[in-house]
């Protein structure tokens, strides 16, 4: 739920506990409609503002610019690969979740994962104006404070002691970094060759 937003960057601890009362009994879809599918539109519609209006900024004043129509083929795509990201970590969390004696279920590990890539959907703001080296920058700021959601979260959120949470928590992040880097590569290829593509 959007409220939950502000709690997850001003006060995760306290936060975390709400969340998993309220879990409980939401579905996966409640969920991406009154979070994922609301908070995965804030990069997608800022690069499609950021792209057509300005193009992508290399530096030097070398600038890719693209057409509002190819944009929004490239946006219903980048849009789709972000929704299927929540719930490719939600299914990685519950694999990695097996060894602990409360296994939780893989809705409610899809919608641990919702939550924990809001840094992520909000650092996409920064693509209203998609200078390259601005959007990396705002990009590892988000990764690192979704590592610390995730480290904050796993253990009240699934029930388990420090040292199952430290590995589950270590090896999502791993995982995570390789889904953000293929996320990042295709978009590099949709948002920077999209002209050549549609």
Known sequence: MMQHVWGLLAHPGREWQQIRGESES???TQHYVRHVLILAAIPVVCSWIGTTQFGWNFGEGRT???SPVTALYLAVVFYIMLLAAVALMGSVLHW?????PNR???RRCIIFAGYIATPMFLSGIVALYPLI???LLAGTIGLCYTGWLLY???PGFFSVNARDAGIVSVSTLGIGVLVLEA???ATVV???YGPDLF
């Not at 990695?96 to 602990?100: D, E, K, P, S, V």
């Open 26 to 28: 939401e579905t996966v």
């Open 64 to 66: 890719i610019p693209v």
């Open 96 to 100: 990695l979740a097996h060894r602990f």
């Open 104 to 106: 939780p279920s893989r």
């Open 133 to 135: 080296w601005l959007c």
């Open 152 to 154: 904050q979260g796993v």
């Open 183 to 185: 996320l990042l590569a």
């Open 190 to 192: 949709l948002w920077g």
